[in-house]
Structures are given as C-alpha cells and as structure tokens.
T-cell receptor
Framework: SQQGEEDPQALSIQEGENATMNCSYK?????LQWYRQNSGRGLVHLIL?????REKHSGRLRVTLDTSKKSSSLLITASRAADTASYFC????????????FGTGTRLQVTL | GAVVSQHPSWVICKSGTSVKIECRSL??????MFWYRQFPKQSLMLMAT?????????EQGVEKDKFLINHASLTLSTLTVTSAHPEDSSFYIC?????????FGPGTRLTVL
C-alpha cells in the first residue's frame, strides 16, 4: 500500500495549546497537502507544500516537509475548540492532483 | 473555492437493493472526478477515477460491476451501489479535479441493513 502513516492517531489537548501531527509517506512526491475533516463531513483543503519547499505558513498553521525522511508535520498553534476534527495528509506524485494518496489521519480533540 | 454537492447526504437501505449517489459541481465544469470510500475512523480510499464521456478507471480490488459510475456531464457524476450488502456501509465522498486541485463533496453516509 502506498498509503501514508500519521501519528498520533488521536490527540487531545486543551484550548490554547499547540497541536502537532506527523505524516510519513513511502514514495517520491510532487507535493503534500493537508486536509481537515469534521465528523461525518467532507474534506477541507488547508495547505499545500511542494517538494522543493521546507516550511510553509498559513494563519495558525505551520507545515514542514522533509523529503529526505519522507515526512511532514502540521502544527496548529493556539488551538481552539473549533479545530476539533480529523486531519489527513495527502501526497501527490503527479503535481496535478490527479492521484492523491491519503494518510491514516489524526483525530484532534480540543477541549475548553 | 469550487462548490461540490452530494445527494443524498445519508441513506439507509435494505440488503440487496441498489442505491444511487449523485455528485454535482455547482459552479464549474470539470472533466475528471473521483469517488472515495471511507470506513469509520479510517482514511479515504480511492475507488475510481472517471472522465466525462468515457468509462471509469477502477482501483484494484474495487468491483466495477458493483459500483457503477456514470459521468454523463461535466457537472454530474453518479455512483450506484448495486445489490448493496451490510459490508458496503460506508461514507462515500466524491471530488472534482480543477486547476490541479481536488474539490470534495460533503459525503454520503450509506447504511445497509
């Protein structure tokens, strides 16, 4: 299977804390994307990082990519209860998003 | 971003019946779209890729005669689960490909009794 692995599988933190999720993959990629999924809903695209980039920021999100280790991390700073969701990484080998391979996901719970 | 809808959002059916799920792009036209299946607390698994006007390409292990995909127009694709069984109960999500990005529908929860 080409599916990536994410850890932790589940993460519970308090509001205001930072949340870090990791994603490892197996093949070379063109880019890696992070998505959020609220329970029983579709996916929301969060951020894309290309294979020649090492770090990217978007609001409270910080994504890193280490292609030598085939791994990426998603950091959510100053978490809020509304950040409670599942987070998935998805690798794109083609660069055209025509074949995304999703990781196993991290379920984040942010409590008040 | 692009808007994709799915109908129905949830469906319960008896074993042996067929269920059709619609996926529509509301504000753009795209030739390529995807159907995924997601079991509880698991990741999305690609079932098939379809291009408008041609036959869908199914992933290994996905039965094309059981999961019928009709991509008849640039804004509508349907997935029909034929002779559904309890093991087909899952969350089905479609997505459209546009400008090198996939736009996902909200998903359809299928429960087969």
């Amino acid at each position: 299977s080409q599916q990536g692995e994410e850890d932790p599988q589940a993460l519970s933190i308090q509001e205001g804390e930072n949340a870090t999720m990791n994603c490892s993959y197996k093949t070379s990629i063109n880019n890696l994307q992070w998505y959020r999924q609220n329970s029983g809903r579709g996916l929301v695209h969060l951020i894309l990082i290309r294979s020649n980039e090492r770090e990217k920021h978007s609001g409270r999100l910080r994504v890193t990519l280490d292609t030598s280790k085939k791994s990426s991390s998603l950091l959510i700073t100053a978490s809020r209860a509304a950040d409670t969701a599942s987070y998935f990484c998805a690798t794109d080998r083609t660069g055209t998003a025509s074949k995304l391979t999703f990781g196993t996901g991290t379920r984040l719970q942010v409590t008040l | 971003g692009a808007v994709v809808s799915q109908h129905p959002s949830w469906v319960i059916c008896k074993s042996g019946t067929s269920v059709k799920i619609e996926c529509r792009s509301l504000d753009f036209q795209a030739t390529t779209m995807f159907w995924y299946r997601q079991f509880p607390k698991q990741s999305l698994m690609l079932m098939a890729t379809s291009n408008e006007g041609s036959k869908a390409t199914y992933e290994q292990g996905v039965e094309k005669d059981k999961f019928l995909i009709n991509h008849a127009s640039l804004t509508l694709s349907t997935l029909t689960v034929t002779s559904a069984h309890p093991e087909d109960s899952s969350f089905y999500i479609c997505s459209y490909l546009a400008d090198n990005e996939q736009f996902f529908g909200p998903g359809t929860r299928l429960t087969v009794l």
